[in-house]
């Protein structure tokens, strides 16, 4: 049976115990139908994973004693901060869960020009709080040791700038350029990644990207759909600089 790995957002100490409820405890108890005795794989975003074996179970609370912990290898050496301009439906959960088991550090959700999702301040907040969540199942589904933070939604234009003060590399996918990224030397350790909305992005916002020193790139002679774009270039860019092989 496949240990499943648990995020918990709790201090967690060797020979303690810990006790999780909610969600959590639902999932473990119902879902995945775990008992006294059982191991779970604790991860609380410290880079370490933290075997753990059940005292008591059930659908208000799980409780588990730590037994030992280790330093995770399912990191990936490069940081990535995806700067996605939000769609409509399910595509941008589709584009959290599958760039978290990418390996993806940071996503902040943008507005752009043509973005055709209109939310306020009380919906940011909710959708948020969802997308936050999605992180975290994905984290635990891939084994992951993190769970990617999910920033408070930005206009493109305040993302762009704030990545002035950032270090590393910064990509603006623009599929009428042909930036070959193979040639940037040294090969950065943080790359920040602007995405376009379906209709993609204007002109405009793509000379502001380039004036703030974003590399204008393409990956290819096709035109990615926005929800597909991400997961092809954090691919490569994994595949460049971080832990593909």
Request: charged letters at 20%.
């Amino acid at each position: 049976m496949r240990i499943p790995n648990i995020f918990t957002d709790k201090i967690l100490t060797q020979d303690e115990t810990v006790t999780l409820q909610g969600q959590t405890a639902q999932h473990l108890s119902k879902v995945l139908r775990m008992a006294v005795d059982d191991e779970v794989r604790l991860f609380n975003n410290t880079g370490l994973f933290y075997t753990a074996k059940i005292t008591h179970c059930d659908k208000k609370a799980v409780s588990l004693n730590v037994i030992s912990s280790i330093i995770s290898s399912t990191e990936s050496k490069l940081h990535t901060h995806l700067g996605q301009v939000m769609s409509r439906g399910d595509r941008m959960d589709y584009v959290i869960q599958k760039s978290t088991e990418l390996g993806v550090n940071e996503i902040t959700p943008l507005f752009s020009d043509r973005c055709e999702l209109k939310l306020n301040a009380e919906r940011q907040a909710k959708r948020i709080q969802h997308w936050q969540q999605i992180a975290i199942n994905a984290a635990e589904q891939c084994g992951r040791a993190y769970v990617p933070i999910i920033h408070p939604v930005l206009t493109l234009d305040k993302w762009i700038n704030n990545t002035k003060d950032r270090e590393g590399v910064s990509l603006v996918l623009h599929h009428r350029d042909t930036q070959n990224l193979s040639s940037i030397n040294p090969a950065p350790k943080h790359v920040n990644l602007l995405i376009g909305p379906e209709g993609g992005l204007s002109q405009t916002e793509i000379e502001q990207a380039i004036h703030a020193n974003f590399i204008a790139s393409t990956f290819g002679p096709r035109v990615m759909r926005t929800e597909t774009t991400p997961i092809a270039s954090l691919s490569i860019l994994q595949w460049l600089w971080g832990d593909f092989q």
